[in-house]
């Protein structure tokens, strides 16, 4: 009887990290926290140094497309648009 190999998870390609922050790089972190106030998050990076990475983050509901259609058929036929692409951004 054979063993079954386990599954290998795909190696991770860090060759293209995402958005670089010029100057942390290096910086000895003193510790992080992540805080929600008035309907945002912050999440603060304070470094040994007394320097501080701080990323605010704040959501938004987008309405991609409200219509009306007829299904009689089997196939769906737009009858009326009614709302497109609205958000409570301003």
Known sequence: MRKKKAAQKPP???????????????????????VFEEGMLYVRVRFADKTEL????QTAHVLRESDLSDWKTGDCKQLKVYAENESDWE
């Open 12 to 34: 991770r390609d860090l060759s293209r990290p995402g958005k670089q922050y010029p100057g942390v790089r290096g910086k000895v972190v003193d510790w992080a926290e992540h």
């Open 54 to 57: 701080c990323w605010t983050l």
